[in-house]
């Protein structure tokens, strides 16, 4: 112990992180967010915070304070950092603020998966799953609740506008000083916020009307109530699941390789339940990942929406594959009237049932209960992952790029 320590000949040469210095080797780095002033907190390289996210990811630590923890006492984490220890306040922000520099290790990470002929693109298995978000899911309110919370929150500042007008007027040489009273910075500041969340309620009403007029255009009546927004993470959205409640949190989508290793190739999330509504939000990334789109897609009932897939076909040219519900009544196009619309979608829901049906469609079914549904299991009981840390969209995108890049690290290893 006399001499100086190399940390390589301590560390196994199977181990994981190794292989994370390896892999984050072959990303670009130059989309890394840094101190470009230099001053302020201790600067570290990229790569290396790059590598301890992934590495703690992989290994089911979350948390930034426990991360920190591990850089004193986990031995392949010393070898990560190079024996430097990173603060929990540097490593918070550095993962909320390279959600670019994930994705693109992302894409290196597919292409060495590629090379190593653990990628086989053509078929892709997609599946969602609803996780938690970081937010009290008491604290939802709605835009009536929110106008009368405005309400009262001017009356009380004109109140102590009127308070401080008057100790202005009143003559001096007082004992006490006349100050502004502290109450009104703070309901300043609620009426700010309220104004803000205001204006997100509106934003999202006017999409439901949007929302509302396809589906008129398709024949269908939206079921969709008054918005309702949480006031902790306001883009979390209200998720139901069959059977086990509703969960206050995000709708989480991955897109996996069937015929490799299962990798994910593409991911994303929103607060939306339905999933056929992100399905083409996990598939137009696809290209840009691996150079060429899929040319299936194998997804569950969740999914099924013949506009939606036809959309896709037309766009990506990714066939989608499912097993559609059986029709209420007789899909007769003689007994009653049907509109141009209607009857394409009604070939389209025909041609998806028999590729369904089909030889190739069945083994495709039982490949994606193993590989995407799979893929799920592992990252929530393996991981241990299963509910955010950050808040708002951009940021719990920028996690579940982490956690899905940490689990590819997984599979390769």
């Known amino acids: 112990m006399l001499l100086p320590v190399d940390l390589r000949d301590w560390v196994g040469k199977k181990d ?55 850089t004193y006492e986990n031995l392949s984490v010393r070898y990560l950092c190079g024996n430097t220890h990173p603060d929990h306040d540097t490593i918070a922000k550095f993962r909320r603020e390279n959600g670019a520099l994930f994705q693109d290790c992302m894409r290196a990470i597919i292409l060495l998966g590629q090379e190593l002929g653990m990628v086989k693109l053509g078929m892709l298995a997609v599946d969602g799953t609803r996780l938690p978000a970081n937010a009290n899911r008491h604290r939802f309110t709605t ?64 999409e439901q009307e949007e929302q509302k007029e396809q589906l008129a255009q398709r024949g269908r009546k939206s079921n969709a109530g008054p918005v309702r927004m949480n006031l902790t993470d306001p883009d979390c959205g209200i998720l139901h699941r069959k059977g086990a409640g509703t969960v206050i949190g995000f709708n989480a989508q991955i897109a996996v390789d069937v015929q490799g290793a299962g990798l994910i190739i593409s991911n994303t999330v929103g607060a939306q339940g339905c999933d056929a509504e992100l399905l083409h939000q996990v598939l137009e990334p696809v290209e840009g990942q691996v150079g060429q789109a899929a040319k299936e897609v194998i997804v569950d009932t969740g999914y099924e929406s013949a506009q939606r897939a036809y959309e896709i076909e037309k766009k990506l040219g990714t066939k989608v594959i499912y097993s559609p519900r059986p029709t209420q009544g007789s899909e007769d196009p003689v007994q009653k009237k049907q509109t141009r619309a209607q009857r394409l979608v009604r070939h389209v829901r025909h041609l998806i049932k028999k590729r369904a049906e089909s030889a190739h469609g069945q083994w495709l079914r039982r490949r994606r209960q193993t590989v995407a549904e799979g893929a799920f299991g592992f990252i929530k009981r393996t991981m241990g992952f299963e509910r955010f840390s950050l808040r708002g969209l951009n940021k719990v995108q920028t996690e579940w790029q982490l956690v899905c890049l940490a689990f590819n690290i997984r599979k390769l290893a």
């Open 143 to 206: 835009r009536n609740q929110l106008e009368q919370e405005q309400a009262r929150v001017d009356k009380l500042i004109k109140e102590l506008l009127k308070k401080a007008e008057a100790a202005d007027q009143a003559p001096q040489g007082e004992e006490e000083p006349q100050e502004l009273p502290p109450e009104l910075a703070d309901e300043q500041k609620r009426q700010q916020a309220i104004k803000a969340a205001l204006e997100r309620i509106k934003q999202r009403e006017a």
């Open 16 to 70: 994981l992180a190794r292989l994370i210095v390896d892999a984050v080797e072959q990303c670009d780095l130059r989309r890394a967010v840094t101190n470009d002033r230099g001053s302020g907190s201790r600067q570290y390289p990229p790569g290396m915070m790059v590598s301890l996210l992934i590495y703690a990811y992989a290994q089911g630590v979350f948390s930034s304070r426990r991360i920190e923890q591990l």
